[in-house]
Antibody, heavy 124, light 108 residues
Framework: EVRLLESGGDLVQPGGSLRLSCAAS????????VNWVRQAPGKGLEWVSS???????YYSDSVNGRFTIFRDNSKNTVSLEMNSLTAEDTAIYFC??????????????????WGQGTLVTVSS | EIVLTQSPGTLSVSPGERATLSCRAN???????LAWYQQRPGQAPRLLIS???LRATGIPDRFSGSGSGTDFTLTIGRLEPEDFAVYYC?????????FGQGTKLEIK
């Protein structure tokens, strides 16, 4: 059974940092892309970052330069290091497994499995 | 970036009836790259449809997707109580991948 379990969400002050982790089970992490998608309170879904099977990383413009995504194959986890956080980063962060409809490059994935999410609140 | 506009924002339908949800893109999207998700209150989204019309594993056949180019449709036939939720379309053919703002399907 495919499972994704996020952790690390917390209350953090503006300008602070936080690391989220996604523990994957039921599939080989190295064979699939893993992505972070967030949802601000009462709002819609927003793609944040992707880690592809070839090790390439992708970021939305809103987090590029502040967030870093990385993978630890030995632990079967993908993590998101978040720096210089602002109130606009407040959201539930979902870890998702990505699938490419067509072979290629770039964060061109749809998401066939989702974790339950972890809440990040940026507030003083 | 590609902007997806979903309509209506809220749709009120009675159980047992059919619901039709629309997703319109501001530029053409290959059908291969159009997906639909369902999000029930307090839950994570769930993949319903990929490739505009391919049901994901375990999704009932009352859910169907169609469309091409800039206009896509999700149809839910014979609504069950568990179908009342928020539905999102997503395109992943261009970077960044983007979602529509969602359609809330509520009980009439």
């Amino acid at each position: 059974e495919v499972r994704l379990l996020e952790s690390g969400g917390d209350l953090v002050q503006p300008g602070g940092s936080l690391r989220l982790s996604c523990a994957a089970s039921g599939f080989p992490l190295s064979s699939y892309a893993v992505n972070w998608v967030r949802q601000a309170p009462g709002k819609g879904l927003e793609w944040v970052s992707s880690f592809s099977t070839d090790g390439r990383t992708y970021y939305s413009d809103s987090v590029n330069g502040r967030f870093t995504i990385f993978r630890d194959n030995s632990k079967n986890t993908v993590s998101l290091e978040m720096n210089s956080l602002t109130a606009e980063d407040t959201a539930i962060y979902f870890c998702t497994r990505g699938r490419r409809p067509v072979a290629g490059r770039g964060p061109k994935y749809y998401y066939d499995f989702w974790g339950q999410g972890t809440l990040v609140t940026v507030s003083s | 970036e590609i902007v997806l506009t979903q309509s209506p924002g809220t749709l009120s339908v009675s159980p047992g009836e059919r619901a039709t949800l629309s997703c319109r893109a501001n530029e053409s999207v290959s059908s291969s790259y159009l997906a639909w998700y369902q999000q029930r209150p307090g839950q994570a989204p769930r993949l319903l449809i990929s490739g505009a019309s391919l049901r994901a594993t375990g999704i009932p056949d009352r859910f169907s997707g169609s469309g091409s180019g800039t206009d896509f449709t999700l149809t839910i036939g014979r609504l069950e109580p568990e179908d009342f939720a928020v539905y999102y379309c997503q395109q992943c053919g261009a970077s960044p991948p983007t979602f529509g703002q969602g359609t809330k399907l509520e009980i009439k």
